[in-house]
């Protein structure tokens, strides 16, 4: 779809430093409910430095909100969590929740994906930027609003002295997710948590969007988690991708290897299933089957019911993340050996009768 302009944008983007702002050392959050327990993330680990673009996806369910939830503290109380989350080599989850408060919002900040959970439909977007501002600096009031028209001005919005004034709803939803990222930067922060941030817009506005978000990360020197379901979304938009499947990462590297040679079915699946893929014959082909049920894991690899490469060890044993082909490619099969052999790894979803007429 839009890649092809995001990734010129991409490469306009500065480059990644090389300190750590963010890393998640094998996070797991589980949740008690009255069926049994949830294990939503179950060992998630992944750096992010200085201006670097990571993308997270996987399909519905796969514990992306979860884990950046997590980041964010903001999980219900009844979710249990361990692992380490550190900003800038601090443990948030050994902080007090005073501390935590400070950085949440300032340091690292969030977008969501429905922008009017976020905005509170009865005050003015003017006021809301001001009082994100006011959360964290003692500052006149005049102060944090010429800083909204600022924010405002960023992220694209026309007019924006007189879009202070408006509210929530007088904005269209891509408005509205400017806002919502004038939101998230207003305080300078190292790292921006984008969930899902354009799912809801059609897709001209998404590429606009998502453009935004790459020149405004710039603009504050800040890094960007980018959790998508669209592996689409990706292409040209992160440095770094990790794929998740049922709570746990199955593939991490550069975009461009993983994209060129996925090294775990899962990965090749959703590869080709993003229509404008030439190595897909240009149709759509959607990996049939659900997720597993995150109460009642099968044993072994979580992806074998769906997985047309799946074998007895399969069934038996769940592959951990290892090594493929060095440059920090990481994948999570068994068998990614016989998968790196095929010049098309997409074509194990194909029907025989496709393959051979
Ligand atoms: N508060 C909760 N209580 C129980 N289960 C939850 C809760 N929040 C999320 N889950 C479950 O955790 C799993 C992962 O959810 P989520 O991270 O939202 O997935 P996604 O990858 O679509 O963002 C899902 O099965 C979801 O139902
Ligand atoms: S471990 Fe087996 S079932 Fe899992 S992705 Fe690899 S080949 Fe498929
Ligand atoms: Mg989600």
């Given amino acids: 779809m839009t890649s092809v302009h995001i990734a010129k944008r991409l490469s306009e983007a500065k480059r990644p430093g090389t300190t750590e702002v963010l890393k998640v050392e094998n996070l797991q959050v589980s949740f008690p409910t009255d069926d049994g327990l949830v294990k939503a993330v179950r060992g998630v680990s992944y750096t992010v430095h200085e201006r670097e673009v990571l993308g997270i996806v996987g399909e519905s369910g796969s514990g992306k909100s979860v884990s950046s939830m997590a980041v964010m503290g903001l999980l219900p109380k009844s979710a249990r969590i361990s692992g380490a989350i550190s900003y800038r080599g601090d443990d948030m989850l050994k902080m007090s929740e005073r501390k935590r408060r400070s950085l949440r919002g300032r340091k690292i900040a969030m977008v969501f994906q429905d922008p009017m959970t976020a905005l509170n439909p009865v005050h003015t977007v003017g006021d809301q930027l001001a009082e994100a501002v006011l959360a964290h600096e003692l500052v006149p009031y005049k102060q944090a609003q010429a800083r909204a028209k600022e924010m405002l001005d960023l992220v694209g919005i026309p007019q924006a002295a007189a879009r202070l004034k408006s509210y929530p709803h007088e904005f269209s939803g891509g408005m509205r997710q400017r806002a919502m990222i004038a939101m998230a930067i207003?305080?300078?922060?190292?790292?921006?948590?984008?969930?899902?941030?354009?799912?809801?817009?059609?897709?001209?506005?998404?590429?606009?969007?998502?453009?935004?978000?790459?020149?405004?990360?710039?603009?504050?020197?800040?890094?960007?988690v980018l959790i998508t379901h669209d592996l689409g979304v990706i292409a040209g938009m992160a440095h770094r991708v990790l794929v998740m499947y049922a709570g746990k990462p199955v593939e991490v590297g550069d975009v461009e290897p993983v994209f060129n040679t996925p090294r775990m079915p899962y990965t090749a699946g959703l590869l080709g299933s993003i229509p404008s893929l030439e190595t897909s014959g240009g149709r759509l082909r959607p990996i049939k089957g659900t997720p597993p049920s995150l109460i009642n894991l099968p044993t072994g690899c979580p992806f074998s019911p769906r997985c047309p490469m799946a074998t007895e060890v399969c069934t038996t044993e769940e592959p951990v993340l290892e090594e493929t082909d060095g440059g920090a490619h990481y994948a999570a099969c068994h068998h990614w050996p016989k998968l790196a052999e095929r010049a098309d790894p997409t074509a194990i979803f194909r029907t025989n009768s496709e393959i051979t007429p």
């Fill in 186 to 224: 207003i305080n300078n922060p190292d790292v921006i948590i984008a969930d899902e941030p354009t799912t809801a817009l059609d897709v001209t506005v998404q590429a606009q969007i998502l453009e935004k978000l790459l020149e405004v990360k710039d603009a504050v020197d800040a890094a960007v």
